[in-house]
């Protein structure tokens, strides 16, 4: 069976649970390898075998802390010359995409971003699914030159158990110097409080324009931390300076795919959906009951968020206990 490599994604040892999404698409496409860049493989590879890799190709060189993402298309690169892998899928993050596009560039190979599944096709060539024009369009790809690179949504695809053997192979590595022109010179770590990633949230609290206030949004954040969810924003909250603009969902923002996605006080604009078109369900909170947000929303309540939300707040934090 055709190899089919994993770029993981990984820190201090622990697989992103992204990668494990990976590795159960890879799997319907052939032998799935994952390639590990950096330290800490030896700790991670026991749960990727859990899902189904076969190999672990391990590049343990610090090329890949001290530089941006150049070395890892590098390395892509050399595995894919060697290997002649069926395809190649990345986590669809703002990294995983700039490395996709990179690879593609240096193996001549077409590329496909946002793919919220993948799938063999008849001929078992991967084929990719990918929303478009904010999810009113859903359109089948595939990559008809060189090696099928394949970006993919976190949290769009389920990870599946399945037994793999995970044999490491130490793969040897020294970036070029082209690839190394841009350094890190710094790090400065996110401060993360005790909600989840918004991009890795099984649980997405979205407010908009009508939370009315940096002060009224908070009601979002209440309801979020009853929910143990993460916070999403409207564009027209963040640039109102009401919340970071970190946590704007859409186009021009971050793209989730939670359970379940509830906008609350957002109007449903395009690029808004966008960012949130493929959660698994979505509910909808808003005062106008012709607002865009309930054409694609799988519950709608019509009221004032700011008579509703505290309510529903409580009924979570009452039935916790
Ligand atoms: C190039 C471009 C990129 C963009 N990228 C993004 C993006 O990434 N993300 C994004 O979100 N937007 C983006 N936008 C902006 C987008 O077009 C909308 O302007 C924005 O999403 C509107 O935000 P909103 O829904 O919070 O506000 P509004 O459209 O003003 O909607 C507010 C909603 O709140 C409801 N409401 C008001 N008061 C209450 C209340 N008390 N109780 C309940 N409901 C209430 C109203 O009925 C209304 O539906 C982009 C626009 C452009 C041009």
Redesign the pocket.
């Known amino acids: 069976m055709a190899e089919v490599l994993v770029l993981a994604e990984h820190a201090d040892g622990e697989v992103k649970k992204v990668t494990l999404e990976l590795l159960t698409a890879a799997k319907r496409l052939g032998s799935p390898s994952v390639v590990w860049t950096g330290p800490g493989a030896d700790a991670g590879a026991a749960r990727l075998g859990e899902y189904g890799a076969e190999k672990v190709y391990v590049a343990d060189s610090p090329d890949f802390s001290g530089y941006v993402v150049a070395p890892a298309a590098e390395l892509l690169a050399s595995l894919v010359a060697d290997k002649a892998p069926a395809a190649v899928l990345v986590a669809g993050t703002t990294e995983g995409k700039e490395i996709a596009g990179r690879l593609a560039i240096k193996t001549g190979s077409g590329v496909l971003t946002d793919a919220v599944n993948v799938v063999a096709g008849d001929d078992g060539a991967p084929v990719a699914e990918q929303p478009n024009f904010g999810g009113a369009i859903t359109v089948h790809s595939v990559v008809r030159q060189g090696t099928p690179i394949i970006a993919v949504r976190p949290n769009a695809i389920s990870p599946e158990a399945a037994a793999g053997a995970a044999a490491v192979e130490a793969v040897s590595f020294a970036a070029s110097d082209a690839a190394k022109a841009a350094a890190v010179t710094e790090r400065v770590v996110a401060e993360k409080g005790e909600r989840p990633d918004l991009t890795e949230a099984q649980i997405v609290v979205s407010g ?3 939370t ?1 206030s940096e002060e009224g949004f908070k009601i979002i954040e209440k309801l979020a931390d009853a929910l143990g969810a993460a916070v999403g ?5 963040t640039d109102a300076g009401w919340y970071p603009h970190q946590f ?6 971050k793209t989730v795919s939670p359970q379940l996605y509830m906008a ?9 959906r ?2 949130m078109q493929t959660s698994k369900t979505i509910v909808a ?4 009951p012709e ?1 865009p ?1 309930f054409e694609f929303a799988d519950y709608g309540l019509v ?4 008579n ?1 939300v505290p309510q529903l707040t409580d009924e979570v934090e009452k039935r916790k206990g």
């Open positions: 908009g324009r009508g009315g924003a409207s564009r027209a909250v704007q969902v859409g186009q021009t923002g609350v006080g957002i109007s449903g604009a395009i690029q808004h966008a960012g909170i808003n005062k106008d607002a947000i009221g004032d968020l700011f509703v």
